[in-house]
């Protein structure tokens, strides 16, 4: 979030076209075009919106879902779309290496 505040990016930004009606895994095959690394069976990736409010400045971030390399998961199906993706909206892609733990999802509380 701290790239974004200050107008940019992060340095391993993807550019990707597509439609409203993809899905995460569709999301996460396209992913693994460019990223060899994120072929590997068992790689985690978590799927965030980050977007502006027009009432707060800023961005803000919303978790949507996770998919994994090689496996189905609950989450595959769902859309951009219904999730409430907006065009100019940023989509944030967590990757995480096949036996290490996934980064925490803001669904699962510690207490």
Excluded: C
Excluded at 4 to 22: C, H, K
Excluded at 34 to 50: D, L, M, Q, S
Excluded at 81 to 109: E, H, V, W
């Amino acid at each position: 979030m701290d790239e974004f505040s200050r107008g940019n990016v992060p340095s391993s930004e993807l550019q990707i076209y597509t439609w409203m009606d993809a899905t995460l895994k569709e999301l996460t095959s396209l992913v693994k075009e460019v990223y060899p690394e994120a072929r590997k069976k068992g790689t985690h990736f978590n799927f965030a919106i980050v977007f502006t409010e027009l009432k707060r400045p800023g961005y803000r971030v919303k978790e949507i879902g996770s998919t994994m390399s090689g496996r189905k998961g609950t989450d595959d199906s769902m859309t951009l779309q219904s999730q409430k993706f907006q065009i100019g909206d940023y989509l944030d892609i967590a990757i995480t290496p096949p036996n290490r733990a996934p980064p925490p999802s803001g669904r699962m509380r510690p207490y």
